[in-house]
């Protein structure tokens, strides 16, 4: 069997050109210009060589082509270890954050508290560095000036800033 039988004739209905500049994952873009050296006529040996990867991952790749067409091709969610608290409960770990902060009376709230809330609420025990990952998921990644006291009384502090004198 020779290189040519190999290749599918359906990848002459794409162009792999303009699917390589829309597509935002680089993996992604690797499969599109390796098809579209193949467009060219070039071998899978070849394509291997010049995309710097082996015989073998370019052979894959056309059978995904095979079975799934341009979907075979995309990247497949699923790389990587899955989030403590899933997708679906976001919003509810995001709503018990933001009424953590309101029952707050001075200050922000830390780490520690997300922790504790994390294991209260949902079971998951892990590191700081996990809940800090956790909240910024959940879009709750904020920078705060330094807290203010909740005896502070601000009028008293205005009228300071008015009346000091700087030398």
Same mark, same amino acid.
């Given at each position: 069997?020779?290189?040519?039988?190999?290749?599918?004739?359906?990848i002459f209905e794409h162009d792999f050109i303009a699917l390589f500049k829309r597509s935002s994952h680089p993996r992604e873009q690797m499969r599109y210009l390796a098809f579209s050296h193949l467009q060219d006529g070039k071998t899978p040996r070849e394509v291997a060589a010049i995309i710097r990867t082996?015989?073998?991952?370019?052979?894959?790749?056309?059978?995904?082509?095979?079975?799934? /067409?341009?979907? /075979?091709?995309?990247?497949?969610?699923?790389? /990587? @270890? @899955?989030?403590?608290?899933?997708?679906?409960?976001?919003?509810?770990?995001?709503?018990?954050?933001?009424?953590?902060?309101?029952?707050?009376?001075?200050?922000?709230?830390?780490?520690?508290?997300?922790?504790?809330?994390?294991?209260?609420?949902? /079971?998951?025990?892990?590191?700081?560095?996990?809940?800090?990952?956790?909240?910024?998921?959940?879009?709750?990644?904020?920078?705060?000036?330094?807290?203010?006291?909740?005896?502070?009384?601000?009028?008293?502090?205005?009228?300071?800033?008015?009346?000091?004198?700087?030398?």
């Open positions: 069997m020779t290189a040519k039988d190999v290749i599918p004739q359906e082996t015989r073998n991952t370019v052979y894959r790749w056309l059978r995904n082509f095979q079975l799934k /067409g341009l979907e /075979g091709l995309r990247e497949q969610p699923g790389r /990587g @270890k @899955k989030p403590l608290i899933p997708d679906s409960k976001r919003d509810a770990f995001r709503k018990a954050v933001e009424e953590l902060q309101a029952e707050r009376s001075g200050g922000a709230i830390t780490g520690k508290d997300v922790l504790r809330l994390m294991e209260e609420k949902y /079971g998951v025990k892990c590191t700081l560095r996990s809940a800090y990952n956790h909240l910024k998921r959940a879009s709750l990644v904020w920078i705060t000036a330094r807290s203010r006291h909740p005896n502070a009384d601000l009028e008293q502090q205005e009228a300071l800033k008015k009346t000091f004198d700087k030398k």
